[in-house]
T-cell receptor, first 113, second 114 residues
Framework: QQQVKQSPQSLIVQKGGISIINCAYENTAFDYFPWYQQFPGKGPALLIA?????SEKKEGRFTISFNKSAKQFSLHIMDSQPGDSATYFC????????????FGSGTQLTVLP | ETGVTQTPRHLVMGMTNKKSLKCEQHLGHNAMYWYKQSAKKPLELMFV???????ENNSVPSRFSPECPNSSHLFLHLHTLQPEDSALYLC?????????????FGPGTRLLVL
């Protein structure tokens, strides 16, 4: 019940294309859904996060779409750039146990020039 | 130094060695974490410290021993490790709150156990 399932494991997109990464969860107590971006040799860094009171959040080229009834959320990267090539992790946590982020297994994104 | 720093960045050790990983956060946070990152697997939370007190220990083998002398420093003492313990060990920190705090990660220590 604590799992967050992420897909795909790897993704190759042409420059300018749209990258879409999906996550699904089971625990209905989760109420905070961040996405982290990790470059080689670096630790993960928060990219964007959403709470279930909204269905979409956009920051620049990055958008989270959230479907509470389906218990799914996704990251969309518009106009993907080679500099976006990294590993992306979705995560989830519940208020009261916020120190426990449950992470997905990661998606390695490659954006071809 | 800013953010979260970790030393060493790379470590090779034998199964009989004893070594320690160090983490320091310069963000004024009061919660610190150790994670294990293995290839193609989710980040595994190992330990959580809040105000220097350990609040979580996710069934981590006793060959891993954490220490948090103050809210800025976190150590992971290693002894008699196994080859399957080879991984990237990440430290993170956050400001305690009601939920949804951003965790800030260090660059990690790449550990190889021979």
């Amino acid at each position: 019940q604590q799992q967050v399932k992420q897909s795909p494991q790897s993704l190759i997109v042409q420059k300018g294309g749209i990258s879409i990464i999906n996550c699904a969860y089971e625990n209905t107590a989760f109420d905070y859904f961040p996405w982290y971006q990790q470059f080689p040799g670096k630790g993960p860094a928060l990219l964007i996060a959403i709470r279930p009171d909204v269905s979409e959040k956009k920051e620049g080229r990055f958008t989270i779409s959230f479907n509470k009834s389906a218990k799914q959320f996704s990251l969309h990267i518009m106009d993907s750039q080679p500099g976006d090539s990294a590993t992306y992790f979705c995560a989830a946590s519940a208020t009261g146990s916020a120190r426990q982020l449950t992470f997905g297994s990661g998606t390695q994104l490659t954006v071809l020039p | 130094e800013t953010g979260v720093t970790q030393t060493p960045r790379h470590l090779v050790m034998g199964m009989t060695n004893k070594k320690s990983l160090k983490c320091e956060q310069h963000l004024g946070h009061n919660a610190m974490y150790w994670y294990k990152q293995s290839a193609k697997k989710p980040l595994e939370l190992m330990f959580v410290y809040n105000f220097k007190e350990q609040t979580e220990n996710n069934s981590v083998p006793s060959r891993f021993s954490p220490e948090c002398p103050n809210s800025s420093h976190l150590f992971l003492h290693l002894h008699t490790l196994q080859p399957e313990d080879s991984a990237l060990y990440l430290c993170a920190s956050s400001q305690d709150g009601q939920g949804g705090e951003t965790q800030y990660f260090g660059p990690g220590t790449r550990l190889l156990v021979l």
